[in-house]
């Protein structure tokens, strides 16, 4: 399963965050963010990307995605 996280617009929480982007990973899920979706939470793109997500533009992300989220 594919979860797409994309870029909040009003909220300053992030949808997910890098360690509970690893206990998704760890249900088997595959998890791809929106370049900067965590910057107001405090996560950088580079803090996803070593928790193991891909990081890419929201075409990217969306692309095959099952589930999206969106803080």
């Known amino acids: 399963m594919k979860i797409a996280v994309l870029k909040a617009t009003e909220d300053a929480r992030g949808a997910v965050t890098p360690d509970s982007l690893k206990k ?4 088997g899920a ?10 107001q939470a405090g996560f950088s793109s580079d803090a996803y990307t070593a928790a193991g ?8 992300v969306l692309s095959g995605a ?6």
């Open 53 to 60: 997500a891909k990081v890419g533009d929201a075409a990217e």
């Open 24 to 27: 998704l990973q760890g249900l």
């Open 66 to 71: 099952d589930v999206v989220l969106v803080a």
């Open 30 to 39: 595959d998890i791809a963010i929106e370049k900067g979706a965590g910057k």
